[in-house]
């Protein structure tokens, strides 16, 4: 393939034909869901300070803080020009973007990352073990996905926050919420959105879809430490503040591309407990034929 592409390349210069350039950081990655999920959403104000830049199948989330902007997850690397371009159709400069925080290191939420962090000069915020993933782009060797394959443009620079850990920027304040099971380097993040006087705790939730490749089982003595994880997430989101919820894939949280639904957050952790009891019963069962 890249013997066929260098003669492509040396052709059309030979020819006069106007060589294209090829940002590596921007090749899309095609999957059966990649047109769902960058299918085009107008970006749109929901509350005070937050936003939401991103698709109808992805959720990427800025956010004003008066002092600098902030990104919440990248989508996939062809999505990061519709990001920026979102961006500045709100009125914001994409250079004022100061953090683009990442919620679990996988290819459909960090593919862009690292274009949007060059095109900014933002620096790139997640957990320990979601900060190894970026800088490999790649899946973590225990990964239930890992059988997927594939690979991501790599993160260089990633500064890592810990469970609570506060991001300061302007006059808002950041929490990271530790939220392991759909990858173990999982983060959530939560901060209020103001107007006047009436404050909104806003809720950036990570993926708990409990999905792998084939092949993998949750039951298994590499899933253990999963199935912990999903437990503790879940009691996280029962017990964060949430008026706004937003998920990384807007059709976890119910219709639409955010939630404002009393008990949003509870009702995103009870959906991946059902579906996380379904899927250990369903591996009981194959175990016992």
């Not at 100061?98 to 933002?122: C, N, Q, V």
């Not at 809720?203 to 089982?217: E, K, M, T």
Request: proline share 6%; glycine share 10%; hydrophobic share 40%.
């Amino acid at each position: 393939m890249i013997e066929v592409m260098s003669l492509f390349l040396w052709l059309a210069g030979a020819g006069g034909t106007p060589v294209p350039a090829i940002d590596p950081l921007t090749q899309p990655i095609e999957t059966s869901r990649s047109a769902e999920w960058l299918a085009p959403a107008e970006p749109e104000k929901i509350f005070g300070n937050t936003y939401l830049v991103g698709f109808a199948g992805l959720s990427v989330a800025l956010i004003d803080t008066g002092d600098g902007l902030v990104l919440v997850d990248g989508a996939l690397p062809q999505a990061a020009p519709a990001i920026l371009a979102n961006v500045r159709k709100l009125g914001f400069d994409p250079q004022d973007i100061k953090y683009i925080l990442s919620t679990e290191p996988h290819f459909d939420h960090a593919g862009g990352l690292a274009a949007l962090a060059r095109d900014t000069g933002a620096a790139v915020v997640a957990s320990v073990r979601g900060a190894e993933g970026l800088r490999s782009g790649r899946h973590a060797a225990d990964d239930p996905q890992l059988g997927y394959g594939g690979s991501w443009p790599a993160v260089a620079n990633v500064r890592t926050m810990k469970d609570g850990e506060v991001l300061r920027l302007g006059t808002t304040a950041i929490t990271a919420i530790a939220t392991p099971g759909h990858t173990m380097g999982s983060m959530s993040w939560t901060w209020q959105a103001c107007e006047g006087r009436v404050c909104k705790a806003v809720v950036f939730a990570s993926s708990l879809n409990p999905v792998s490749a084939d092949g993998y089982r949750f039951t298994s003595r590499a899933g253990k430490p999963f199935i912990k994880g999903f437990e503790a997430s879940y009691r996280k989101m029962d017990a964060v503040p949430c008026d706004i919820l937003i998920s990384a894939h807007p059709d976890n949280a119910g219709n639409g591309r955010y939630s404002e639904k009393a008990g949003a957050c509870r009702a995103y952790a009870d959906r991946s407990r059902r579906a996380l009891a379904r899927r250990l019963a369903s591996e009981r069962v194959e175990t016992q034929k």
